[in-house]
Structure formats: structure tokens, C-alpha cells
T-cell receptor
Framework: GAGVSQSPSNKVTEKGKDVELRCDPI?????LYWYRQSLGQGLEFLIY????????KSGLPSDRFSAERTGGSVSTLTIQRTQQEDSAVYLC???????????????FGPGTRLTVL | SQQGEEDPQALSIQEGENATMNCSYK?????LQWYRQNSGRGLVHLIL?????REKHSGRLRVTLDTSKKSSSLLITASRAADTASYFC???????????FGKGMKLTVNP
């Protein structure tokens, strides 16, 4: 597709279950970002992938959170043993290499709304 | 902590009026960007201003940047009901590959 896509759009799960959220970035974009947005709040940076470099995981809130990016394209954010405070909208964004291309715009997906009961 | 802080937190105006939103930040930046978000979903990039620029225009949008005061403003002229959304500023610090977003400002334009 032409834009960033995320699946599922909504996910309801029970406390303690694991969830996987998927992001398909724009083709050719080397940078991929995950953010979390709680109700009425700003964006909280989670993790950043750039090409083949080691990801910047500095925003992951706990070791229950992990993310992979396979083949430099699709990314999966995994939350293990979900807690109620994990309920939020999880947003993915992609961009061209921000330091090389000089093009800094991030393109966002529609997000996955996660509800942990 | 958030790099950008939007001010005011919420703004309600009538259609046709101008809306001004401010953003302050703490550290030196490479550029500052404004994004718009509808209905709590994905953000859309509006405009980017680089640290060596002072003002930029795009359609009904006007952005200013004052690096001495570490602040930026976004002006939407002749507002429309469709401009109702949340607006976020985001900053990129020199050499950093990450954008840091503020908490956002909710704009309501009443018909």
C-alpha cells in the first residue's frame, strides 16, 4: 500500500496474555518507530529501527516489551504478560533515513488500540 | 520528560478566526515539526522548520521559530471546522535520530 499500515486496528485482551502488534512501513523507508499514546496524552517513544543498525530501545518501559524488524521492513511489537496500564494506542511511523536524506517527515499508521481487561 | 510543551492545552474558537498554538522546548534542536492528529489515530505531518529558519508558510499555516527563546508558534488562519484536531510539536535534536513529541494541544473550531 501507499501508506503505513498497522494490524490489528483494535485488540482486546485479558491481563496476563501476550499480544503482537504489526506494522508495515512505507516501502523503501529505512527508519521505523513505535510510539505509545495513552488517552489524551502525547506520544511516548518506545523503539526505533534504522536500517541494519542496532535498534534504539531506550523508550521501552519494561522487559515485557520487545520489538523486531524482519528484513528491514515489517515490524512486530510484542507485549508479554499484559497489564491494564499497557492499554493505549500503539502508533508506528516510518521515514527515510533522517540523517542522510535530509527528509525528516514521519509517516504514521492509523495505530492499534489495545485494551487490557 | 517531554521536549516540547504546547500552549495552550486546549483552544476553542469560532470558524473564520485565527488559531495560534505555541511550543516551547529545552535543548538545542536541528528542526521543529508540527503534526496534526484526528480522533486519536495516526498523526499527519503539517510543516517543518529548520533551526536556521525563522518563519515558514504552507497554505493557511504559518510557523515561526525563535531559537533564542526556544519557542515556536503555529498559526492557522481563517480556521474551519475541519481544523478541529489535536496538534503536536516535535523536535529533533542535533545528531539525534529521534523526534521528541510534546503532549499536544486540542483545537476545537466551532461552526
Amino acid at each position: 500500500g501507499a501508506g503505513v499500515s498497522q494490524s490489528p486496528s483494535n485488540k482486546v485482551t485479558e491481563k496476563g496474555k501476550d499480544v503482537e502488534l504489526r506494522c508495515d512501513p512505507i516501502s523503501g523507508h529505512t527508519a521505523l518507530y513505535w510510539y505509545r499514546q495513552s488517552l489524551g496524552q502525547g506520544l511516548e517513544f518506545l523503539i526505533y529501527f534504522q536500517g541494519n543498525s542496532a535498534p534504539d530501545k531506550s523508550g521501552l518501559p519494561s522487559d515485557r516489551f520487545s520489538a523486531e524488524r524482519t528484513g528491514g521492513s515489517v515490524s512486530t511489537l510484542t507485549i508479554q504478560r499484559t497489564q491494564q496500564e499497557d492499554s493505549a494506542v500503539y502508533l508506528c511511523a516510518s521515514s527515510s533515513d533522517p540523517l542522510v536524506r535530509g527528509v525528516d517527515e514521519q509517516f504514521f499508521g492509523p495505530g492499534t488500540r489495545l485494551t487490557v481487561l | 520528560s517531554q521536549q516540547g510543551e504546547e500552549d495552550p492545552q486546549a483552544l476553542s474558537i469560532q470558524e473564520g478566526e485565527n488559531a495560534t498554538m505555541n511550543c516551547s522546548y529545552k535543548t538545542s534542536i536541528n528542526n521543529l515539526q508540527w503534526y496534526r492528529q484526528n480522533s486519536g489515530r495516526g498523526l499527519v505531518h503539517l510543516i517543518l522548520i529548520r533551526s536556521n529558519e525563522r518563519e515558514k508558510h504552507s497554505g493557511r499555516l504559518r510557523v515561526t521559530l525563535d531559537t533564542s527563546k526556544k519557542s515556536s508558534s503555529l498559526l492557522i488562519t481563517a480556521s474551519r471546522a475541519a481544523d478541529t484536531a489535536s496538534y503536536f510539536c516535535a523536535t529533533r535534536q542535533g545528531g539525534s535520530e529521534k523526534l521528541v513529541f510534546g503532549k499536544g494541544m486540542k483545537l476545537t473550531v466551532n461552526p
